[in-house]
Each structure stands twice: as structure tokens, then as C-alpha cells.
């Protein structure tokens, strides 16, 4: 995948319908974007210890979120997760340096996978992990990070053991679709044993400076 830097349009749209309710949704994939990317976001048998990228979310002031979803969209050769639960969590005060904040909320949930049609002319389709039906997730207004990780871990898959890959597309072009106050730039975070990152800035490893996330709940 080559990588990209675009000025984005910032402008609200509707969300897609697999983001319901919607609360926050980053915007979709941009293939025609100069530097067009994906960062590690998996758990599998190639990366062992796993690979997550902590994209950032804002809620506005005077608002208190209740989450009862996440998603991270995600490039893979196959749409498979075995077993079909990931971890989520959403953490505050998150800091470079080894410094992973607070966690506030985080599970594990079964997973789903939805196609998003906005793969372009890359080799992988994009689909939407998605979990839901969270509970006692009750947010007030500032800024948080998330993460949804895909799993394929299952050493009697033959997809898990085919070299089963998962990438976080980002989203630094159009942003179709973004729903919600836009994403910080250059805010993300990526942790990984497997790639020696310990609570590092996603900008150290490539250029993009927004990822494609969502969030699903109601606001009051």
C-alpha cells in the first residue's frame, strides 16, 4: 500500500447505515488519496502478540455519550474472524512514551464483519469489525481514543494459518459519510510488542493522519 497526505474537506454527511445510531463516524476510505494507507490492527498467528492502533474521538461539550458500539475498518484478504469476538476499549489522557492513560471502558464482545464497499482498486476489501450491545459506558464530554481489534487465531483455520492480515485503513482524503465532530489529526496511537511500539504516535509509523472508526450510542 503506498502512502498518503491530503488535504481533507471537512463536512458532515450521513453516516453509514451500518453505523446505528450513530454518534461518530471518521469517514470513509479514500483510495484516490495520494498516500492511501493501512496500519497493523490484528491479533493472528503471523503477529502473535497482536498489533492496535487507538484512533481518537471527541465528545462535544455539554454532552454525555452512552456507547453501546464500536468499529474499526479494517483492510483483509478474507472476511473471516475466528474466534468471532474482539477486545474494545476506549481510554483518556493517552500520551506518547509509554504512557497509555486511563482505561474507561473495555470488554471483549462477539464480532461482526460488514463490507464497505470503499476498498477501491486496493487488493483487500474493508470490513467494518464492529461490536455492540456494550454496557456501562457512560462518557462525558472530552476527548477519548478507541480501538476495535480483529482476531484469527485459530491454528485449525485454514484462513487463520493463510497468512491472514489486518490493516486499519485510514481516511486523510474525501472522508464521505463523516458523521459528527471530525477526528484530531496526527492524534493515534499504535501499540505492539511484535513491532517494538510501546504507546506510539501513529505518525512514526506512517503518514496518515485520521483513521476510519465509529461509534454508536446516544448523546444527552
Given at each position: 500500500m503506498s502512502r498518503f497526505s491530503a488535504t481533507p474537506h471537512h463536512r458532515a454527511q450521513t453516516p453509514p447505515k451500518y453505523c446505528k445510531p450513530c454518534l461518530f463516524y471518521a469517514g470513509?476510505?479514500?483510495?484516490?488519496?495520494?498516500?492511501?494507507?493501512?496500519?497493523?490492527?490484528?491479533?493472528?498467528?503471523?503477529?502473535?502478540?497482536?498489533?492496535?492502533?487507538?484512533?481518537?474521538f471527541m465528545i462535544?461539550?455539554?454532552?454525555?455519550?452512552?456507547?453501546?458500539?464500536?468499529?474499526?475498518?479494517?483492510?483483509?484478504?478474507?472476511?473471516?474472524?475466528?474466534?468471532?469476538?474482539?477486545?474494545?476499549?476506549?481510554?483518556?489522557?493517552?500520551?506518547?512514551?509509554?504512557?497509555g492513560g486511563k482505561l474507561v471502558c473495555h470488554g471483549r464482545k462477539p464480532a461482526t464483519l460488514t463490507d464497505t464497499h470503499t476498498n477501491g482498486n486496493f487488493d483487500m476489501l474493508i470490513y467494518a469489525t464492529k461490536v455492540e450491545h456494550i454496557k456501562g459506558c457512560r462518557l462525558p464530554p472530552g476527548r477519548y481514543w478507541m480501538s476495535v481489534v480483529p482476531y484469527c487465531t485459530n491454528p485449525n483455520d485454514s484462513t487463520c494459518t493463510n497468512t491472514w492480515r489486518s490493516y486499519l485503513a485510514n481516511n486523510d482524503g474525501a472522508m464521505a459519510n463523516r458523521f459528527g465532530l471530525l477526528e484530531p489529526a496526527n492524534d493515534s496511537f499504535f501499540n505492539s510488542v511484535y513491532f517494538g511500539a510501546n504507546w506510539q504516535p501513529s505518525s512514526e509509523q506512517q503518514s496518515s493522519m485520521r483513521f476510519v472508526v465509529g461509534v454508536e450510542g446516544t448523546a444527552k
Open positions: 470513509d476510505f479514500d483510495p484516490n488519496a495520494s498516500d492511501a494507507n493501512g496500519l497493523a490492527n490484528e491479533f493472528d498467528l503471523i503477529i502473535s502478540t497482536g498489533a492496535a492502533v487507538y484512533v481518537p462535544p461539550k455539554g454532552k454525555t455519550w452512552t456507547i453501546t458500539g464500536l468499529f474499526t475498518s479494517n483492510f483483509m484478504d478474507v472476511g473471516t474472524l475466528d474466534p468471532a469476538t474482539s477486545p474494545y476499549e476506549i481510554r483518556k489522557a493517552l500520551k506518547a512514551g509509554g504512557n
